[in-house]
């Protein structure tokens, strides 16, 4: 089975800290996405990638980066984490153009 | 514009009832594909079935049932026989294949109680 793993799935960090938020897949996938979840408003699209290097802005990018280095991993960066980014952070990843998506557990992550 | 919209935040269900869950779309491109996920408490979306916007019939997967009304641009869930493990958050969700984004949309959601 595709694996999605996220590295954590609870943090706390400060206002103003940068905050890494890592994803891995197993299965060779060239798409990698990331969404925040937060209630009555569903999942929102944060950036996706579809290569190595390659990233794409998504519905709401603003406060955030990313980083995909190698395929298997893509990374979301909060530069300077905000308390307005408190929220669940949902990774997932899909191969070409397929229609199969695979989610990881999700991070929640709170910002003090 | 939002292309996904369900509009029933919170729905109760009796045990071993059938429940619908809304689900309306927007799109201008004619091939789509239409998705329904499951996420328990534990956080994990759990895919439950999909549409093709160009098959013919209805989906199906077990207790679950997509009922696609294309000219209404409604995709309604349909569960029946509710467990209790059917409580959970769930999430209509689209990706249109013309625009060349591979992402899903998502709609708000709808939190479903099973009660006994």
């Known amino acids: 089975d595709v694996k999605v793993t996220q590295s954590s799935r609870y943090l706390v960090k400060r206002t103003g800290e940068k905050v890494f938020l890592e994803c891995v897949q197993d299965?060779?996938?060239?798409?990698m996405f990331w969404y925040r979840q937060d209630p009555g408003l569903g999942l929102r699209l944060i950036y996706f990638s579809y290569d190595v290097k390659m990233k794409e802005k998504g519905d709401i990018p603003e406060g955030y980066s990313v980083s995909r280095e190698k395929k298997e991993r893509f990374s979301l960066i909060l530069e300077s984490a905000s308390t307005n980014q408190t929220s669940m952070y949902l990774c997932a990843s899909s191969l070409g153009t397929g229609w199969d998506y695979t989610f990881g557990s999700g991070t929640r992550l709170t910002v003090v | 514009a939002q292309k996904i919209t369900q509009t029933q935040p919170g729905m109760f269900v009796q045990e071993k009832e059938a429940v619908t869950l809304d689900c309306t779309y927007d799109?201008?491109?004619?091939?789509?594909?239409l998705f329904w996920y499951k996420q328990p408490s534990s956080g994990e979306m759990i895919f439950l079935i999909y549409q093709g916007s160009y098959d013919q019939q209805n989906a199906t997967e077990g207790r679950y049932s997509l009922n696609f009304q294309k000219a209404r641009k409604s995709a309604n869930l349909v569960i029946s026989a509710s467990q209790l493990g059917d409580s959970a958050m769930y999430f209509c969700a689209m990706r249109e294949r013309d625009t060349g984004r591979r992402a899903l949309t998502f709609g708000s959601g709808t939190r479903l109680q099973v009660q006994p």
């Open positions: 799109t201008s491109d004619p091939s789509y594909g």
């Open positions: 299965m060779d996938h060239e798409n």
